[in-house]
């Protein structure tokens, strides 16, 4: 009773104090209740408590279910009778309410049941449940939504039991659906119980794949939930019912559809019956009829309509692209929801239409045709049935990006969801394109832009731009789906933007329009003639406002990337702009971002210059960005005072896209050596600064990618200022770019002294730095970038790596860090040890294979035990597919050795978390992979012990106690 007074107590604090930290600390003891033994005894005690207010009443039903869900092994076997009735008297107690009582305790009882095998409940589950609490019509309410919980249960993996028990519990519903069907059945003669027996009904319907179909489709349930359409109290709940009916009659394999025609013949009716109703909401919400109801009274109503018709859409699909007329009909629904005005509605709609579309389209849907030429006829048959239907929708969805006149008094909320909707539309047209083809798309969308446009020009103070770029907008949206080819609307198109009078967002879409055409301006032969006047187009976006800036700089360097022979002859103009535009005191709104893609422009179309013209160019490219960097290097130097990080980044980061973009290995080796002096008076003078670092690491990074073997020249200048460095500063960034150089140069044998000498002297130190989980934890990028290193020396010169004198240490410092929480740390770390055991195997394995079981053997059993505790909880659940693939590696690589090891890491798991059976199925998994057969079922075999272990936070922590790591570190090899 005193604990129960705690909880209330600690209850009235969390909802009513006024002090925070008294309501954290409350919150805190709360939680540390739940997890306690006593909750399962103080949260019954109070459920039963004639006098617990809603407070206690909901917090301690939520406890209890929980408790029931995850803690239930807590429990000895003998307590499930009295549990059981215990929440049986509740589900009594709460009949009549508060429903959030009733809802968790029934929550709880199936969590019960799928615990605790049928057999042990007399009969079964859902006979008990009936003997117990149906026959009683004063419970009958929770008697009902126990029923329709019962089956929400059967996929739930909140319930903490064994892999095997839910398939069990599973197959224990499938086997009762009858029965619970003929139950609700009886109900219906109940009209007050009618939305709850449906409720029940649908639940249900996820499991009666055994119900033959005509037994289904004269069911007095089907009946009862097609009536419920009539109903309005019941329209929510009969909707539900039939959405799961429809998915029934789709829930086998696509031959199977014939089958299910009774029951579709006996759907499809009633719903197409709503269109009337569906129409006459859609006439309102126009303001084209009188109103009647509002629409807010019917919103709910009307969407539940357009989700049967879309519902419908979505599973017969197929059976609609073959054109019947009958099928047509259900598409001319689905066409009204397209057009309702309420964005909510329509969008129910468009992943129907983008299904469609695959299924007209793609030659897979049509393998029920014998050869080529019936399936071409039969596409093109199709095609032309759906085609006018697709452009109707293409009418139907333009609308919708259209800036309405108040725009710009919108919230950065509405703005965004705006952005959203214009982005839905653009992916509708893509797909009307697919069945149009990209060419009859365009003429349809150009005509309103050609004719609004046209009329515009010249009339700069009096014009509506908002049609303008809305028509613009849905151009753009399709440009991938518009051959290069094309020659008569673009051109048109082309030669009215320069024209188009000044307004931000109309520019804006100007610019992203010019972006998506920029392979037709590439391609096109008039191209050339539009050229200069589009390149003023961009240049004015860059003047304008950032937003427009960006988009025009994406354009600009999309259009120099695709035309970059045809702008040579201009490379002097853009060299002007490009000054300008960085010098920083233009007119130019560029940001960082928008000045690197006017350097990626520019360094596209270099790439095109001949190699003599090229490295001119080049230095005109990277002289005004290195220039400001050389006199803030001169100006630290010279002062006493730091300067900003972001006063060597931004240069950097610009002399980064150079290296990244210009294509020309020597005469991008020819700059980098220019410049290095100067890289290397950073290197010096900011070591210390992990941000400056990285983006100069980042630098030479891409200059090695472009540059590769003629940048031999300049490496080891590079590499011992790389080795010098981390050795006193221990910045990440400098394994990675070894790592780079590693891939290009890898290989060489001219390298290897070096080279060997460069991994030994960095693995060596970070393996120093990296002695313990908690240092791992506290330096996972350098952990990440190491172990990133080391695989890549594996792969590209083992004999490097696997013969120093470093390996064995790297092993084991790979064993103490595997258990790191970080994502990418932890996935390189167990990509090494793949790495390691697939070339271990022939024909590579003959060589270092001696050398590697010199260390792996020794390290063997705790390696698996290290492993398969991150397996079974150690490790966040998403990396235990990974996890999987270095024990299916490792068991190949060890056999015989693994399955020892395995079974002896494995026999630690305590019998209260595995059965006997379990375990044997994990060794025998193991032994086949060690074998080597090719056993599909050893993954599911592991992710169940990863499921068994990780089931409740208890057995969690039991099994990571039992299989707590040795301390391995100090073995010696």
């Known amino acids: 009773m005193a604990y129960s007074q705690q909880v209330e107590a600690a209850l009235r604090a969390l909802y009513h104090h006024p002090d925070a930290p008294v309501r954290r600390d409350a919150n805190k003891w709360l939680q540390d209740f739940q997890r306690s033994m006593d909750a399962w005894q103080v949260s019954d005690t109070l459920l039963h408590h004639p006098d617990s207010n809603l407070e206690t009443l909901i917090f301690s039903s939520q406890t209890l279910k929980a408790k029931v869900q995850r803690d239930f092994e807590e429990l000895p076997p003998e307590a499930f009778v009295p549990l059981r009735e215990s929440l049986k008297n509740l589900l009594k107690k709460f009949c009549k ?11 709880a009882m199936a969590a019960l049941a799928v615990h605790v095998p049928a057999q042990e409940w007399g009969g079964g589950h859902l006979n008990w449940l009936i003997n117990e609490l149906g026959t009683t019509p004063e419970y009958i309410h929770s008697f009902l939504e126990l029923v329709t919980v019962i089956p929400q249960e059967a996929y739930s993996y909140k319930i903490a039991a064994h892999p095997e028990r839910h398939r ?21 003669a109940f009209e007050e119980l009618h939305e709850q027996v449906l409720d029940a009904f649908s639940s249900w319907l996820r499991l009666s794949n055994g119900i033959p179909v005509s037994t289904l489709a004269s069911h007095n349930l089907v009946q009862a939930s097609l009536a419920g359409l009539n109903s309005d109290k019941l329209f929510d709940a009969a909707v539900n019912a039939i959405c799961e009916l429809i998915h029934y009659t789709v829930s086998g394999s696509p031959d199977d559809i014939q089958t299910q025609m009774p029951l579709i013949q006996v759907l499809v009716p009633h719903v197409m019956g709503l269109r009337s109703r569906f129409g006459a909401s859609l006439k309102s919400a126009r303001g084209e009829a009188g109103m009647g109801k509002t629409i807010m009274e019917d919103e709910e109503i009307v969407k539940g309509m357009a989700r049967l018709f879309v519902e419908m859409g979505d599973a017969y699909a197929q059976m609609i692209a073959t054109g019947s007329q009958e099928s047509l009909m259900i598409v001319d629904a689905i066409l009204e929801v397209t057009s309702h005005p309420e964005y909510d509605i329509a969008a129910m709609s468009f992943n129907f239409w983008h ?23 039969e596409k093109e048959r ?31 909320e509405i703005l965004t969801d705006f952005k959203r909707t214009r982005y839905a539309v653009g992916d509708m047209l893509m797909d009307a394109a697919s069945v149009l083809g990209g060419e009859n798309i365009l003429k349809i969308l150009s005509n309103n832009f050609i004719q609004l446009a046209t009329r515009n020009v010249g009339n700069d103070a009096s014009w509506d731009w908002r049609p303008v770029e809305a028509s613009l907008y849905c151009i753009r949206a399709i440009s991938r789906a518009v051959s290069t080819s094309e020659g008569v609307v673009m051109p048109q198109v082309m030669d009215l933007l320069p024209k188009l009078p000044l307004q931000s967002q109309l520019l804006h879409t100007e610019c992203l329009t010019i972006a998506g055409y920029s392979k037709w301006l590439g391609s096109a032969p008039s191209a050339p003639s539009f050229l200069p006047s589009i390149i003023e187009v961009l240049i004015r976006g860059m003047t304008t406002a950032p937003d427009v800036s960006t988009a025009a700089s994406l354009a600009l360097r999309n259009v120099c990337n695709a035309c970059r022979d045809k702008l040579a002859s201009s490379l002097e103009g853009l060299f002007m702009i490009y000054h300008e535009a960085v010098s920083g005191q233009s007119n130019y709104k560029l940001s960082n971002d928008d000045a690197l893609q006017l350097i990626e422009a520019l360094s596209t ?75 290397k008076e950073i290197f010096v003078q900011r070591a210390w600064d992990m941000i400056t670092m990285e983006r100069l690491c980042r630098a030479c990074k891409y200059a090695v990618r472009t540059c590769g073997k003629s940048m031999a020249i300049i490496m080891g200048n590079m590499l011992q200022e790389v080795q010098m460095q981390y050795t006193v500063h221990h910045q990440s960034c400098f394994l990675y770019l070894a790592s780079e150089v590693i891939k290009v140069f890898g290989s060489d044998p001219s390298c ?63 064993m103490t ?63 235990v597919e990974e996890v999987i693939s270095v024990l299916l590696s490792f068991a190949r690589t060890y056999g015989g050795e693994a399955i020892k090891w395995s079974q002896e890491a494995i026999n630690l798991i305590p019998s209260t978390t595995i059965t006997n059976e379990e375990r044997w199925s994990v060794l025998q998994s193991i032994s086949s992979a060690a074998s080597g057969e090719n056993n599909p079922g050893f993954t599911c075999s592991l992710e169940d012990l990863s499921d068994i272990c990780r089931r409740s936070k208890a057995t969690q922590d039991q099994v990571q106690e039992a299989l707590q790591l040795l301390s391995y570190c100090n073995h010696s090899p």
Request: one cysteine or more.
């Open 605 to 679: 179309v270099i790439t095109a210059l001949p190699a003599e013209h090229a490295k001119r160019a080049l230095e005109s490219l990277w002289m005004p960005v290195v220039t400001p960097l050389q006199q803030v290097i001169t100006q630290e130097a010279q002062s006493s005072q730091q300067m900003n990080a972001n006063q060597y980044t931004v240069p950097i980061d610009r002399i980064a896209n150079i290296f990244r973009f210009v294509n020309l290995p020597e005469v991008v080796t020819d700059a980098f050596q220019k410049m290095w002096p100067i890289f």
């Open 168 to 188: 069990q519990f599973l197959k224990e519903l499938v086997a009762s659906v009858e029965v619970a069907f003929n139950l609700l059945d009886s109900f219906l």
């Open 382 to 412: 199709r095609l032309a049935i759906f085609r006018p239907i697709f452009e109707l929708l293409v009418s139907l969805v333009c609308f919708r990006v259209t800036y309405p006149q108040n725009y710009d008094q919108w919230s950065m």
């Open 97 to 107: 309410g508060p429903n959030k009582v009733r809802t968790q305790i029934s929550i």
């Open 817 to 879: 860090g595997v258990t790191i929480q970080h994502r990418e740390a932890c996935q390189s770390i167990l990509t090494f040890f793949i790495d390691i055991f697939d070339i271990a195997m022939p024909p590579t394995g003959n060589q270092y294979r001696s050398v590697i079981d010199n260390v792996i053997l020794v390290r063997g059993a705790n390696l698996t035990r290290i492993l398969l505790a991150g397996l079974v909880g150690a490790l966040p659940e998403p990396r």
């Open 355 to 377: 299904t469609l579309q695959l299924i007209l389209t793609r030659r897979e849907y049509y393998g029920s045709f014998q050869n080529d030429a019936t399936i071409d006829a």
């Open 752 to 814: 290897a002294n070096y080279l060997g000498g460069l991994i030994t002297e960095l693995f060596g130190q970070t393996v120093g730095l990296l002695k313990t989980i908690q240092e791992f934890t506290s330096r996972p990028d350098i952990a990440d970038d190491c172990f990133l290193l080391a695989s890549r020396c594996i792969r590209y010169c083992p004999h490097l790596l696997i013969s120093s004198s470093v390996f064995a240490s790297l092993v084991e410092c790979a």
